[in-house]
C-alpha cells in the first residue's frame, strides 16, 4: 500500500465520520483530489484506490497532466483499457482562468470551479468542443470578501447564474468558495454557512432551468465544518499527497 493510498483511506474515514456528526449520508459529499504540482504518478497512485475526480489550479500544468494521464491510459492492456474507458477520469480546473488560457480549459477539462465573470463564461462556452458534453460550471463567490480572493461578491451571484445558463455549451452546477482560515470551527462553520445560505437563495429564486446540486467548500483544514454546513464537495490535496 502506497503513501497515497494510506492517506486515501485515512481521508475517507474523516469524511464518513464528519457525515455523521452532521447527521449526513456519507453519500453526499464527493472528493476532489487536488493533485496541483505533484507529477502524474501520484494521480495513478490515488487512482489504484478508485480515486477519479481530481483538481488542478495550474492551466498549463495541468493540461500537460491530462494530456500524460490520457497517453498512460491508452499504453494499456484491452482489459485494463476498457476498465478505464468505462470509469474515466474527471478533472476539474479550481484555480483563476485568464482570457488567454479559456481554449485550453475548454478543450481538456470537464469542470470549471472558477468562473467569476460572464467575459470568462463566454468564451469557454464559445470555445468548449462540440463532440464533447457541456462544461460543468460551478461560480466562485468571495463570500467573506477577502482582499486577494478571487470570486464574486455574494450579490452578484444570482446575476451572473442567470446569465450563465443561457450559455448551450455550460452547464451551472454550484457555488465554490474558499474563505479566509478561520480560528475556530465554530467559525468556520459560520463562514461556510453562509456559502451554503447563498447557494439555497440562487436555487429559491425559481428562475434557473435546473437546481444547482454542488456546493464545493472545505479542504484538508476545514473539511468537517464545511461538510456541517452543507458541502457536497470537498477540495482535498495535502492529507491526500503531502506538504507541497
Not at 479542504?219 to 503531502?242: C, P
Request: overall charge negative; proline content about 6%.
Amino acid at each position: 500500500m502506497t503513501t497515497i493510498v494510506r492517506n486515501l483511506q485515512l481521508l475517507r474515514d474523516r469524511i464518513t465520520t464528519a457525515c455523521f456528526a452532521a447527521g449526513r449520508d456519507p453519500a453526499s459529499v464527493r472528493l476532489l483530489a487536488v493533485s496541483k504540482t505533484f507529477p502524474a504518478e501520484a494521480v495513478i497512485d490515488a487512482m489504484a484506490d478508485g480515486q477519479r475526480a481530481f483538481g488542478e489550479n495550474y492551466i498549463a500544468e495541468g493540461v500537460e497532466k491530462i494530456l500524460a494521464l490520457r497517453a498512460w491510459q491508452d499504453g494499456k492492456d484491452p482489459e485494463e483499457a476498457q476498465a478505464a474507458a468505462a470509469s474515466p477520469l474527471e478533472w476539474h480546473c479550481i484555480g483563476p482562468v485568464q482570457s488567454n488560457k479559456t481554449r485550453l480549459v475548454a478543450e481538456h477539462f470537464d469542470w470549471v470551479q472558477s468562473v467569476d465573470r460572464l467575459k470568462i463564461a463566454q468564451r469557454l462556452n464559445e470555445q468548449r468542443p462540440p463532440h464533447l458534453p457541456p462544461l460543468q460550471i460551478c461560480l466562485q463567490v468571495n463570500v467573506d470578501g477577502g482582499a486577494n480572493k478571487s470570486g464574486l461578491a455574494p450579490a452578484d451571484v444570482l446575476a451572473l447564474a442567470r446569465e450563465l445558463v443561457q450559455l448551450p455549451r455550460l452547464r451551472l452546477r454550484g457555488l465554490m468558495a474558499i474563505p479566509e482560515p478561520a480560528p475556530d470551527f465554530v467559525a468556520a462553520c459560520a463562514v461556510h454557512a453562509r456559502t451554503k445560505a447563498l447557494f439555497d437563495e440562487v436555487n429559491a429564486a425559481g428562475d434557473l432551468p435546473v437546481a444547482m446540486d454542488t456546493l464545493s467548500m472545505g479542504m484538508t483544514a476545514d473539511l468537517e465544518a464545511a461538510i456541517q454546513a452543507g458541502s457536497t464537495m470537498v477540495r482535498v490535496g495535502t492529507a491526500i499527497f503531502g506538504a507541497r
